[in-house]
C-alpha cells in the first residue's frame, strides 16, 4: 500500500532557471550590389552570436530585400553579455544566380557588441552601413536591424532517473570513452554549470554532456581539446580572471552549444601582460600569473580602521556616542524599534591616519562609549596596535566581534560600566572597500571630504521643423499693401529661439516657415517645449496662441529616418478657445553627439543613442598623487594663510573629485581612477580647487576657487606604459601669469597597441553619422554647447557635495569662444610653425642654387638626373624620404605627456591692457574712454588683416588676367610664350627639356643677375580688380 501510494503522489516540480535570450529582427536592406550576373542580388543574411549561427530565408533577385524575419539566440552568461560580438552577414545565394558560381557571394556585413544591444520595448530600427571584410571589397548598401534581449524562465531539464539506480556523475579519470552498443536505448544527461558558480571560481570544470548507456557511461566532451584532456586524466587549464572593462578584447570560448545546453565561459588574459609599469611579462604556460594590485599607480597610504557596529546592555544612558582616542566621536547610537535604549547600534567605520608621527609614538588605542547627555563614562576597550591586523583588499572584511566594556581608575565611576561593544578594527590603506564611506580623523567636513564619483546628464538634441499654421487670428486693421509679420517662438527652459518671418499664402491665408530649430534637452526629460505665435506686425506684438508640449512625449529618433508631421490646435489667442492649428514634426535625435566641451579639448565623441556605442578599446587609469607648493587662498581666524585643496578629473561623461584635504599646502590624496576609452584622440582634463563651499552657510553661496588645471590627450600616451609627472598649476588673472604649485599624478592607457579595432579607430569619422547627414551650423552648434554647460553645471550643482558652476565651465572651457587679444597672437604663431617648415624649405633650395654648400648642390645634380631619368621613382622617392624624416624625428619624440605650454599661450609677455580686456565680461563694464580706445585699436588690427586678405585676391586676380584679355598686350605675350613652349617641348624630349630647366634653376650665381627674373616682372604688372574698389 505504501508502494501504491509513493507511485500515485504526483511528481515534484521541475526546478527552474533564468535564461536571457537576444532577439535579432533582421526588417530590410537598402541598395544592395548586384552580384547574380542579372543586375540584381537574391540575398539571404547569416547572424553569428556566441557559437550559434541562424540564417533568413532568401529573397529572390531584389537590391532592396524585406524580410521582417526575426532570429532569436541564448545568451550564455548575461553578466558578459555587454563584450560579447554579435556578426551579421550578408549572402548572394548562388543557387539562384545565373551561371556557374561555385559559392555565396559576400554583400557585406555588420559587428556589434552587447553593449549596443537594447532591452525590449527600449528597442528601435536602426539602419547599419554595411561593411567590407577585406580592403579589396567592394561593398555597399545598408541593413535595418532591431535587437533586443529580454530574460524568461526555463525548465531545466529531466533527468528521469529513479533515486534508486541513480549514481553520482563519475569523474574524468573514472569515465573512460566506449563505444556505443547498437539496439540499446541511450539516455542523455546534460549537466548545465550555473552561472554564479563562473563567476566566483573560475577553475570549474567545463560543463559535460554525458550519454548514459546501460553497460557503461560514456562522457563526450564539447569539444576536441576538452576531449583531449579527459582521455590524459588532466583537467583543461583555465585562464585567471582579467578585470571585466577589457574582458570583451580577451574573451575566449571553451565550448560549443551541444543540444541548447549552457556554456561556460572563461576569460582569458591578454598576450601582452598585466598592464603594470613594470617590463610586461609573457603569460606563462600554466596559465598563472601575478594578481594586479588596486592601486599600482599610487603611493599605498595605511590607515588605522575602526568599524563600530552596536553594543548591548549598557548602563543607564540617554544618548550614547563612541569616542576613540581624544579627537574622534561618533554619532549618538540609535537602538533598533522594539529594542531597550541600553543597545544602541552605530554602524559607522573609522580611518584614522596611521602613518603619521603621533600614530607611530602611540601604542595602544583607547575606545571608549559615553552619554551625550550628562558626559559619563561608559565603559571602554584598549588595543595594543602591534596586535591589530592588517587587510589586503581582496580579503573579505574583518568580522567585528564582542568585546567587554572595562571601567577606568575613578572611584566614582565603579558601578556605571556594564555592557558590550561589537566593534572590529584592522590596518589597511586607501584600496580597502570601507575608506569612500569612512569618517576621518582629519576630516570635519564629512559631505566635502570624502572622494565622489559623478556622472554627466544624458542629453538629446531636440530637433522641432515648424511647417505651417492655418486658422490664425490676423488683426483686419492692417494698413494697405502690409502683410502680417507672424512668427513663432518656441521656449524649453532657459533656452529660446524665434523663427524668421513667416511666408503668407493668400489664398488659403495660411503661413509657412519649413524652418528647424534645435535645442538641448535633458534627462529625465520633465520640461515642457512651448510654442508662441505672434504677430510683430506693430510696436507690441500680439499672441495669437501657444502651445505645450512635454518632451517625454516627443518621438526618439537615431538615424535620419522620416519622422511623421503632427497637427496641433493652439490656445490662448483671440480667438477663444480655437485659435488656429500649426504643423510640427519633432524628435529627439540620438544619433548625435551633444557637445558640452570645446571640440579642441574633446574627450568623449559618442552619440547620445547607447545603441550606437561602439565597444570600448582600452582603459585609462589615472593615479591623482598629491600637489605641492600650494599658494594660501583663504587666511584662518588668526590671520594664518591656508589651502583646503581637492581635485577633479573629468573624461567622458564620468567626473570624479578627490576629497578636501584641509589646511594643507602639500596634500597627498592618493586615489585613482578609471575610465573606459571609446576614441584615443580625445583630452583628460584635470583640475585643482580650492574648497570654499563647506565653510559657507546654506544660505550663502561661496565659489571655489580655481587653482589650475592640466589637460593629457589619450592619444599621446603609449600603450601600456605608466608616466609619473609633476605638472605646474598656472593661473591667467587679471595682474598676469602665476604659478600656483605643483600636482602629481600617474597615467597609464591599457590597450594593446596591435589590435585591430584600435588601429580602425583613426580611419573613422571623429564625430557620429548624424552629424555629417544633417551637420549643424558652426555658430548654432556653439550655441548648443553653451546650453549644454549650464544643464551640466546645473545637474552637477544638486549633487552632495555640489560640483560649483564655477568647476564645470573652468573644467568645461566655456569661455574659450570669447575674443582674446593674446589668443590670436597665440593662434597666428601656430600658423606660423605650421608653414615654418615650407619656409625651411625654400631657404635650403636657396641655398642650393647659392652653391653655399658646392658638395651637396652636385648631390642634388645627381639625384634630379636620376628622378628625370627614371620618374617611376619620383612618387617612391618621395615616401621613403618622409619615412626617413618620421624615423629621423623618433629620436626627439616626448618622453611625457605635455600639459600647458606658456610660450605657446603667449602668457609670459601678454600685455596687462590685453588681460584687462580678455577678462572684461560681456557686454562690457568698463568706462566709454576704455572701451573707444579698445575699439580704435581693434580697428587697427583689423585693418592689417584687410590689407593681407586684399593681397591675396591680387594674386589671384593677376593669374585670371592671364588669359581674360584685360590686358590684351599682356595676354597676346603669355600665349605666344606658351605657343613657343608647346612646340618646343614637341620637338625635344621631355626628358632633355625637364633636365635643362633643372639645371637652369639651379645655376651658378656667376650666371646669375641681382635683379628680379623677368618671368616675375610680368607677373607683377598683371591688372587686377583693386583698381576698381571705392
Not at 581637492?646 to 567622458?652: D, L, P, R, T, W
Request: proline share 9%.
Amino acid at each position: 500500500m505504501m508502494a501504491e501510494q509513493q507511485q500515485q503522489q504526483p511528481p515534484p516540480p521541475l526546478p527552474t532557471r533564468p535564461i536571457r535570450k537576444l532577439v535579432v529582427e533582421v526588417a530590410d536592406a537598402r541598395d544592395l550590389l548586384p552580384k547574380d550576373g542579372l543586375g540584381s542580388s537574391s540575398a539571404y543574411v547569416v547572424a553569428d552570436f556566441d557559437g550559434q549561427k541562424k540564417k533568413t530565408s532568401t529573397i529572390s533577385r531584389s537590391l532592396n530585400p524585406v524580410w521582417n524575419e526575426s532570429l532569436e539566440f541564448v545568451v550564455s552568461d548575461p553578466s558578459t553579455m555587454e563584450y560579447e560580438e554579435l556578426e551579421i552577414e550578408v549572402f548572394n545565394d548562388k543557387r539562384l544566380s545565373n551561371g556557374s558560381n561555385r559559392k555565396n557571394h559576400f554583400l557585406g556585413r555588420v559587428k556589434l557588441y552587447g553593449s549596443q544591444f537594447a532591452r525590449k520595448g527600449d528597442e528601435g530600427l536602426i539602419y547599419f552601413q554595411l561593411e567590407k571584410k577585406s580592403v579589396f571589397s567592394w561593398i555597399r548598401g545598408e541593413i535595418g536591424l532591431r535587437i533586443y534581449y529580454y530574460d524568461d524562465v526555463e525548465v531545466a531539464v529531466d533527468q528521469e532517473m529513479n533515486n534508486d539506480n541513480a549514481q553520482p556523475p563519475p569523474s574524468e579519470k573514472e569515465a573512460p570513452p566506449q563505444p556505443q552498443q547498437e539496439g540499446k536505448e541511450v539516455r542523455v544527461l546534460e549537466v548545465p554549470v550555473p552561472t554564479e558558480a563562473v563567476t566566483e571560481n573560475l577553475h570549474s570544470p567545463p560543463m559535460a554532456t554525458m550519454e548514459e548507456a546501460p553497460p557503461g557511461v560514456t562522457v563526450r566532451m564539447e569539444n576536441h581539446h576538452h576531449q583531449q584532456h579527459q582521455n590524459q586524466g588532466i583537467p583543461p587549464p583555465v585562464q585567471p580572471e582579467y578585470p571585466p572593462e577589457m574582458r570583451r578584447m580577451q574573451t575566449g570560448r571553451v565550448g560549443v552549444a551541444i543540444g541548447g545546453c549552457e556554456r561556460v565561459r572563461v576569460l582569458k588574459r591578454p598576450d601582452n601582460g598585466d598592464y603594470s609599469p613594470r617590463v610586461i611579462p609573457r603569460r606563462s604556460a600554466n596559465g598563472e600569473s601575478e594578481r594586479i594590485p588596486a592601486y599600482d599607480l599610487v603611493e599605498p597610504m595605511q590607515y588605522l580602521f575602526v568599524r563600530i557596529v552596536k553594543a548591548r546592555e549598557l548602563s543607564q544612558n540617554e544618548s550614547p556616542y563612541v569616542r576613540i582616542g581624544n579627537s574622534v566621536r561618533s554619532k549618538p547610537g540609535i537602538p533598533r524599534p522594539g529594542e531597550p535604549p541600553s543597545n544602541p547600534e552605530w554602524h559607522q567605520v573609522f580611518a584614522l591616519a596611521y602613518n603619521k608621527p603621533e600614530s607611530a609614538n602611540s601604542s595602544t588605542l583607547e575606545i571608549s562609549v559615553w552619554d551625550a547627555q550628562s558626559e559619563n563614562f561608559l565603559g571602554g576597550v584598549c588595543f595594543d596596535l602591534s596586535d591589530v591586523p592588517v587587510r589586503d583588499p581582496p580579503d573579505s572584511p574583518l568580522a567585528p566581534q564582542w568585546y567587554r566594556l572595562e571601567g577606568s581608575d575613578d572611584p566614582n565611576a565603579a558601578g556605571k560600566v556594564s555592557g558590550d561593544i561589537q566593534l572590529s578594527v584592522w590596518i589597511g590603506t586607501q584600496a580597502d572597500d570601507a575608506f569612500p564611506e569612512s569618517w576621518s580623523s582629519d576630516a570635519p567636513y564629512v559631505s566635502h571630504t570624502r572622494s565622489k564619483v559623478y556622472q554627466s546628464p544624458k542629453l538629446w538634441y531636440l530637433r522641432v521643423t515648424i511647417m505651417e499654421a492655418q486658422d490664425l487670428q490676423i488683426a483686419p486693421n492692417l494698413p494697405p499693401l502690409t502683410a502680417p509679420e507672424v512668427r513663432v517662438k518656441a521656449q524649453l527652459g532657459f533656452q529660446s529661439v524665434r523663427t524668421r518671418r513667416g511666408v503668407m499664402n493668400n489664398h488659403t491665408a495660411s503661413f509657412f516657415w519649413h524652418e528647424d530649430l534645435v535645442f538641448v534637452a535633458g534627462e529625465p526629460l520633465e520640461d515642457s517645449l512651448i510654442l508662441l505665435l505672434e504677430d510683430r506686425t506693430g510696436k507690441d506684438p500680439v499672441l495669437l496662441g501657444h502651445v505645450l508640449i512635454p518632451v517625454a512625449a516627443i518621438e526618439h529618433r537615431i538615424d535620419e529616418r522620416h519622422v511623421a508631421a503632427r497637427w496641433l490646435s493652439l490656445e490662448g489667442g483671440p480667438g477663444g478657445s480655437y485659435c488656429g492649428r500649426i504643423h510640427l514634426r519633432m524628435c529627439l535625435e540620438g544619433g548625435y553627439h551633444v557637445l558640452d566641451e570645446a571640440a579642441h579639448v574633446c574627450s568623449d565623441f559618442r552619440p547620445t543613442a547607447k545603441q550606437l556605442w561602439k565597444p570600448a578599446i582600452g582603459i585609462l587609469e589615472l593615479g591623482i598623487l598629491g600637489a605641492r607648493g600650494l599658494l594660501p587662498m583663504k587666511s584662518r581666524g588668526s590671520g594664518k594663510g591656508s589651502t583646503d585643496p581637492y581635485c577633479v578629473a573629468k573624461y567622458g561623461k564620468k567626473w570624479v573629485r578627490t576629497r578636501t584635504i584641509t589646511d594643507s599646502f602639500d596634500p597627498r590624496w592618493n586615489e585613482q581612477y578609471t575610465w573606459q576609452v571609446y576614441d584615443p584622440c580625445t583630452v583628460l582634463t584635470i583640475g585643482v580647487f580650492d574648497n570654499w563651499r563647506m565653510f559657507a552657510d546654506m544660505a550663502e553661496e561661496k565659489p571655489d576657487f580655481r587653482i589650475g588645471k592640466v589637460r593629457i590627450r589619450v592619444s599621446t600616451l603609449e600603450s601600456n606604459k605608466v608616466y609619473t609627472n609633476s605638472y605646474p598649476l598656472l593661473v591667467l588673472q587679471r595682474t598676469g601669469l602665476k604659478k600656483m604649485g605643483e600636482i602629481e599624478v600617474a597615467v597609464r592607457f591599457a590597450c594593446p597597441s596591435l589590435l585591430p579595432d584600435t588601429c580602425a579607430v583613426y580611419g573613422q569619422p571623429l564625430l557620429p553619422r548624424m552629424h555629417y547627414l544633417r551637420p549643424l551650423g558652426v555658430a548654432q552648434q556653439e550655441a548648443l554647447r553653451g546650453a549644454a554647460t549650464k544643464m551640466v553645471a546645473a545637474w552637477l550643482a544638486r549633487s552632495e557635495p555640489p560640483l560649483g558652476s564655477e568647476v564645470v565651465r573652468y573644467m568645461l572651457d566655456a569661455d574659450s569662444h570669447t575674443w582674446s587679444m593674446r589668443k590670436s597672437k597665440a593662434n597666428w604663431f601656430r600658423i606660423v610653425g605650421v608653414l615654418a617648415w615650407a619656409i625651411g624649405l625654400a631657404k635650403w633650395l636657396d641655398n642650393i642654387r647659392r652653391w653655399k654648400n658646392p658638395v651637396t648642390t652636385v648631390l642634388v645634380h645627381l639625384l634630379y638626373l636620376v628622378l628625370v631619368w627614371y620618374p617611376d621613382l619620383i612618387v617612391p622617392t618621395t615616401f621613403l624620404y618622409v619615412c626617413l624624416i618620421g624615423i629621423w624625428y623618433y629620436r626627439f619624440r616626448p618622453k611625457s605627456p605635455a600639459g600647458m605650454d606658456i610660450r605657446l599661450s603667449q602668457a609670459e609677455t601678454v600685455d596687462p591692457e590685453d588681460l584687462d580686456e580678455e577678462f572684461d565680461t560681456f557686454p562690457s563694464s568698463r568706462p566709454p574712454e576704455l572701451i573707444r580706445a579698445r575699439y580704435d585699436r581693434l580697428r587697427m588690427l583689423a585693418a592689417r588683416v584687410q590689407t593681407v586678405l586684399g593681397d591675396f585676391a591680387t594674386q589671384g586676380e593677376r593669374v585670371q588676367a592671364l588669359v581674360s584679355w584685360r590686358d590684351p598686350r599682356a595676354t597676346k605675350l603669355f600665349i605666344g610664350v606658351c605657343l613657343i613652349i608647346t612646340v618646343v617641348l614637341y620637338v625635344v624630349p621631355s626628358k632633355m627639356a625637364a633636365v635643362a630647366l633643372g639645371f637652369y634653376f639651379l645655376r651658378h650665381p656667376m650666371f646669375r643677375e641681382p635683379m628680379p627674373p623677368g618671368s616675375l616682372n610680368f607677373f607683377r604688372r598683371l591688372p587686377s580688380l583693386s583698381d576698381r574698389l571705392m
